[in-house]
């Protein structure tokens, strides 16, 4: 529950303020009068508490709470014990926010540390800085020659702000912060410990060891971004390190020199983001996030924590792993390492069981009863694994003995690419009739090829290992990513889109 001594309430509210205020259903309106003056959380609650309840696993905090007042979504409206005020709301705890903020400005929005108002007597300031009136300059900050700061704006004890710098109105330097070579918006907060506009970690290598490259860009804040505390930006090396408006970024992160972040992203604790990374608007990030340099994060993507980057990210995609790929694929690869990792008696001992039971291979026998192909035009001789109807890894051993030798450079044979992409083909095709579980004759039209390439010659004596992944799916329509490998080495690469008929 709120403590009373570090966070006094502005003032009392009633249930039916909190109602108004929010657009908020009270759902008994003689309860109306109901004070508040705390919060808490909805499994403590206590007198004059607001609490709020959201989500069906809390479901049951409702018929045990104690509070004068919860917010709630409509169906659990019935559930709370007599006396409690309940309030219906769509969004129960971003309603509980903005009450919070109401009843707790200075929580909400850093304010000075002493009631000194201006520049204090224990500030150094320059004397060519410019303050605005109703800027707060507390003890022991030092601001820099031609420095300036916006009226509102809190500069605490012991922060730093560099020569030239220009701060907004509104905004709050915590203490120890320091600010060099930065221009920062309105209404920006940066709490304690922050380091904005260092050098960027930029060197090259010289005949004595790594030599410094000078960083002569600057940092860009731009209005409504929030910092958290000890999170380090770099200034650009030649262009500029920028923070679009709105975004909101934990304590303990990385922003290195060059760095674009859109609006309104939000960047959790421990992150870090490599020199020149590109980051759209609306991204979210998991803690721990490592972003490698030079990568381009499209707008409104979603990274797991403890992900690692090493590719870029498109736009609207929820990625993660390390390193990190598209969360579908993430998980079930974790699917498989718990398979593998899953063990069996055998004889006295425990062996660990080292093929998932999922995984399926079909010989030639298997492959001519699921496609209609015959020699010479049956371009696989086995599937050595399926993975439902998801991905399958097919196999070609490449002979002299096949017609198409006698005529395709017969002097230099090379395996024609048109019939890799028909290996690529009927490997996606068993793989799709062999789960489409119907008794009824079923084939599968292949309907367009896109961004075909051919690496390197196949040749008579190679094993193509042809690796199928399912992309897209939707009704019987699929589009598969394939890749043609000889030893390790790629072949060829295709995405196919094929049609299943049912017959």
């Avoid at 009373?4 to 009392?12: G, M, T």
Wanted: aromatic content about 4%.
């Amino acid at each position: 529950m709120t403590d009373p001594v570090f966070f006094a309430p502005s003032r009392r509210y009633t249930a039916g303020e909190v109602a108004n205020l929010t657009g908020a259903s009270l759902v008994d309106s003689d309860l109306a009068h109901i004070s508040i003056d705390a919060l808490a959380p909805a499994n403590e609650g206590g007198e004059g508490a607001l609490v709020f309840v959201d989500g069906k696993r809390n479901f049951a905090l409702m018929q045990s709470l104690k509070a004068a007042a919860v917010f709630c979504p409509a169906e659990f409206a019935g559930k709370a014990p007599a006396g409690i005020a309940v309030l219906v709301h769509p969004r129960p705890q971003q309603a509980f926010a903005m009450i919070g903020r109401l009843l707790f400005p200075m929580a909400a929005t850093p304010g000075p540390m002493t009631s000194e108002t201006g520049v204090s007597p224990q500030a150094h300031v320059d004397t060519t800085a410019h303050i605005e009136a109703g800027a707060i300059i507390e003890a022991g900050a030092v601001v820099g020659p031609r420095a300036s700061i916006g009226s509102g704006t809190v500069i605490a004890p012991h922060a730093v702000i560099g020569p030239s710098c220009q701060i907004g109105r509104d905004g709050y330097i915590g203490p120890g912060v320091s600010v060099q070579y930065a221009l920062i918006g309105n209404r920006v907060i940066i709490h304690g410990g922050a380091r904005i506009g260092q050098d960027g970690f930029g060197f090259v290598g010289g005949a004595k060891g790594p030599e410094r490259v000078p960083q002569v860009g600057r940092v860009i804040i731009q209005d409504d971004v929030e910092i958290g505390s000890n999170t380090t930006v770099d200034r650009g090396a030649m262009s500029d390190t920028v923070i679009g408006q709105g975004t909101k970024i934990d304590n303990l992160v990385q922003i290195a020199h060059n760095v674009r972040i859109g609006r309104n992203c939000i960047i959790a604790g421990l992150s870090g983001i490599s020199g020149s990374v590109t980051v759209g608007d609306g991204v979210t990030m998991g803690g721990g996030v490592g972003l490698a340099d030079h990568l381009t994060i499209g707008s409104g993507a979603k990274l797991a924590a403890r992900s690692g980057f090493m590719s870029n990210v498109p736009a609207g995609e929820i990625w993660g792993g390390y390193p990190a790929q598209p969360m579908a694929e993430a998980m079930r690869e974790i699917a498989m390492l718990r398979k593998l990792a899953r063990t069996r008696k055998q004889g006295e001992g425990e062996v660990a069981e080292m093929v998932p039971a999922t995984l399926e291979a079909v010989d030639i026998l298997g492959l001519m009863k699921l496609l209609p192909h015959r020699y010479p035009f049956l371009m696989i001789d086995r599937i050595i694994e399926i993975d439902g109807n998801d991905s399958a890894i097919g196999i070609k051993n490449v002979t002299i003995n096949e017609p198409h030798f006698q005529g395709h450079f017969p002097d230099q044979p090379v395996m024609p690419g048109v019939l890799i992409v028909e290996a690529m083909a009927q490997t996606a095709g068993a793989i799709c009739i062999r789960n489409l579980n119907t008794e009824k004759p079923s084939l599968v039209y292949f309907l367009t090829i896109d961004n075909a390439k051919f690496r390197k010659p196949v040749v008579p004596g190679d094993q193509l290992k042809i690796h199928v992944k399912k992309i897209k799916m939707r009704g019987n329509l699929l589009k598969f990513a394939c890749e043609a490998m000889v030893e390790g080495t790629k072949a060829a690469e295709a995405e196919i889109s094929a049609m299943m008929v049912t017959g």
